[in-house]
């Protein structure tokens, strides 16, 4: 079984800046891709960004860096410049996890971890 464990969420002004992290755990062989997407009251859930193994970080609206650690099996969100609209719930996942002894490969979810933005 796999599963990813996300922290580093809160309430924060306007200005300033968060790192999520997304830790996934079990017996993985590999995840392809790992990210995030927002989810913003009465929205639907939107793709932030994610990250191919072997890659390297990612930015997105010139605020946001998206990286990941291969090793660990862990994927990190940078926040900075906060705004009051990017307020929203920050899911993690991860595409092609490929589990051992298994064949093919599976796709899972975070729970979520809320972040607000006040101004």
């Known amino acids: 079984q796999v599963q990813l464990v996300e922290s580093g969420g809160g309430l924060v002004q306007a200005g300033g800046s968060l790192r999520l992290a997304c830790a996934a755990s079990?017996?993985?062989?590999?995840?392809?891709?790992m990210g995030w997407y927002q989810q913003a009251p009465g929205k639907q859930r939107e793709l932030v960004a994610g990250?191919?193994?072997?890659s390297g970080t990612k930015s997105v609206k010139g605020r946001f860096t998206v990286s990941r650690d291969n090793v660990k099996n862990t994927v990190f969100l940078q926040m900075n410049s906060l705004k009051p609209e990017d307020t929203a719930v920050y899911y993690c996942y991860a595409d092609c996890v490929r589990i051992k002894a298994l064949p093919g490969c599976y796709d899972y979810w975070g729970q979520g971890t809320q972040v607000t933005v006040s101004s």
């Open positions: 990250i191919t193994i072997g």
């Open positions: 079990g017996s993985i062989d590999s995840i392809k891709v």
